[in-house]
């Protein structure tokens, strides 16, 4: 029966030689061969120029493009022949151990055997498989706590935002090291092939050939027993389309999970924010919106949850003006006559809506955010299968960056690097979500008073389901500096978090060191001045 199972599997192997060599003989034929002029026929006619240099022009595009598609196609030809020699290898090896009866035995009846059946072979396809489905890919996974989640890290083409601890914290890798590189070319590669293929080429809705500027943002992050996975979006071929493309490596090759067009265009978000006093604050936030919601996105609707009745003629007379002058009426403003509490406002403003299912961005008003960040918003969460929780950037004091003197405008100190911020990972009070699975985990805690706790409970409630959990840092979202004051009235738990959050917020630890020892550096340039002194009088 062994040696039964084993000539099956060489039988098998060599149908898949077959299938192979046929595959890379078409791949040929279509990469190589002239077009016909049937094809030729079908090229519109309508468009083309009636002079010559913009019909050379033309013929150059249409040859560009037909090389990337021929490389593509290459590429493709060459990993079916690295499989071709592994499948090749791998029959070889069979054939040798043939007569190894009992060494295909022990095989066989390893308890660690990956795929081991009646032959005793080794399917590394189901092995991969088994990854893939252990890992929190398509659906999530139960988590028991929020240190226990592997948050992403996002990148782009240049550049690697990382989460990373310890006294350095270097929010941004630039250079990236070559090793890291190389690994995120080839999944982003991987991504321009999956797009390119003759199969999607030829949906009538797929009108270009896709390159790298094409790629937008991936986040990817590696659960250390079962692989990496990584998130690709790409532009689409409209305004509003995007290419989302999942893939997962499992400590082998590369496999492509998913790959679909996300059309965000019709995604309204409602930033719900909730407010008492802070005018000055609010006014600031209302001038970003402006720019960011209306002019650049237009598919925003703004909740403000005011509580109490100081200073709500000024928030009033600040949305009025807005209206009024950006003709914005897609806001609503509700006045709360109790104590301040961010986990009651947002519940009120989430469930006031009442137009159906909506995207839900809780928002604080001390918040810069982008327009890049309401799309990755829209991205990143989808009811029913997964909620966003970014990282945002939490800009450092600056008065003590840049001296009380030399404060640059709001838009040049927008810079993501270790002197100027770090990535806020304690905090999980920004979110995006849809209200339907909002109002399915219970919402907030409301029993909760004063600063912070809530989002951390509503954090935890997500872990404990099956929703797709995505963090990751965001370089669109960032946290203004503001001078912060702990109530003495916090309970010992809040008090603590508060006053971690303040000293965590002033600079980074070099600058904090070098403030802590100014005595001493002074100390020791006088002393050089001195011995200076010395020298010349000498």
């Known amino acids: 029966m062994l040696r039964r199972g084993a000539m099956n599997l060489v039988v098998r192997s060599g149908v898949f030689l077959v299938a192979v060599c046929s595959a890379l003989s078409l791949l ?9 002029a049937e094809r030729l026929s079908l090229l519109p006619r309508a468009d083309v120029p009636a002079d010559k240099e913009s019909y050379q022009a033309l013929l150059q595009e249409r040859e560009e493009q037909h090389r990337r598609y021929v ?14 020699e592994e499948r090749s290898r791998q029959l070889e090896n069979l054939r040798k151990s043939l007569g190894q009866e009992e060494t295909l035995t022990v095989l066989a009846e390893s308890p660690n055997g990956l795929g081991g059946g009646p032959g005793g072979s080794v399917d590394l396809e ?23 989640l592997v948050p992403f890290e996002a990148f782009t083409l240049h550049r690697v935002y990382q989460l990373e601890t310890g006294l350095t914290r270097h929010p941004v890798e630039k ?54 996975v990584y998130e690709l979006t790409f532009k689409g071929d409209r305004s509003g389309e995007f290419r989302r493309l999942v893939f997962f490596r499992p400590f082998g090759p590369l496999m492509k999970v998913t790959s679909e067009r996300v059309r965000t265009d019709s995604v309204l978000i409602n930033i719900v924010v909730p407010l008492a006093k802070r005018v000055d604050k609010f006014r600031q936030f209302m001038r970003n919106f402006r720019e960011v919601c209306i002019r650049q996105d237009g598919r925003v609707h703004l909740t403000v949850v005011y509580f109490g009745k100081e200073q709500i003629n000024e928030v009033k007379g600040i949305l009025k003006t807005t209206s009024k002058e950006m003709n914005f009426r897609n806001f609503t403003l509700i006045q709360l006559n109790e104590e301040f509490s961010r986990g009651r406002g947002l519940d009120v403003g989430a469930r006031s809506w009442k137009h159906g299912n909506v995207l839900l961005f809780f928002c604080d008003v001390d918040i810069y955010f982008s327009a890049e960040f309401l799309n990755s918003c829209r991205l990143n969460a989808k009811p029913g299968k997964k909620v966003f929780y970014p990282v945002l950037f939490s800009q450092y004091n600056p008065s003590l960056i840049y001296g009380n003197n030399s404060i640059p405008p709001l838009q ?18 920004m979110t995006c979500q849809y209200r339907s699975d909002f109002i399915n985990i219970g919402g907030f805690d409301v029993d909760i008073k004063g600063w912070g706790g809530e989002d951390v409970h509503l954090y935890r409630k997500y872990l404990h389901s099956l929703l797709l959990v995505v963090r990751a840092p965001s370089r669109g979202l960032v946290h203004l500096w503001h001078e912060k004051s702990c109530s003495a009235q916090l309970p010992p738990e809040q008090y603590r978090m508060c006053l971690q959050s303040k000293a965590m917020s002033e600079a980074s630890h070099g600058l904090l060191g070098t ?5 001493e550096l002074q100390e020791h340039q006088q002393r050089q001045q001195g011995l200076r002194g010395d020298g010349s009088r000498s």
Not at 197 to 206: A, G, I, Y
């Open 28 to 36: 040929y034929m279509l990469a190589c061969s002239p077009p016909s």
């Open 175 to 228: 250079p990236v090291r070559k090793d890291r590189r190389d690994e995120l070319a080839s999944a982003i590669e991987a991504g321009l092939q999956a797009l390119n293929t003759p199969w999607e080429r030829d949906d009538p809705t797929h009108r270009r050939v896709y390159s790298p500027s094409d790629f937008i943002e991936g986040i990817s992050r590696t659960e250390k027993d079962k692989g990496t």
């Open 515 to 519: 403030l802590f020892f100014r005595r």
């Open 126 to 148: 189901e092995f991969f498989q088994s990854q893939l489905d252990r890992a929190e890919v398509r659906a999530g996974t139960k988590i028991p706590s929020e240190y226990a």
């Open 71 to 84: 490389n593509s196609l290459e590429k493709q030809v060459s990993q079916l022949q690295e499989a071709l």
């Open 412 to 429: 040049q100190q927008l810079l993501i690097d270790k002197n100027t911020g770090f990535w806020r990972d304690f905090g999980f009070g």
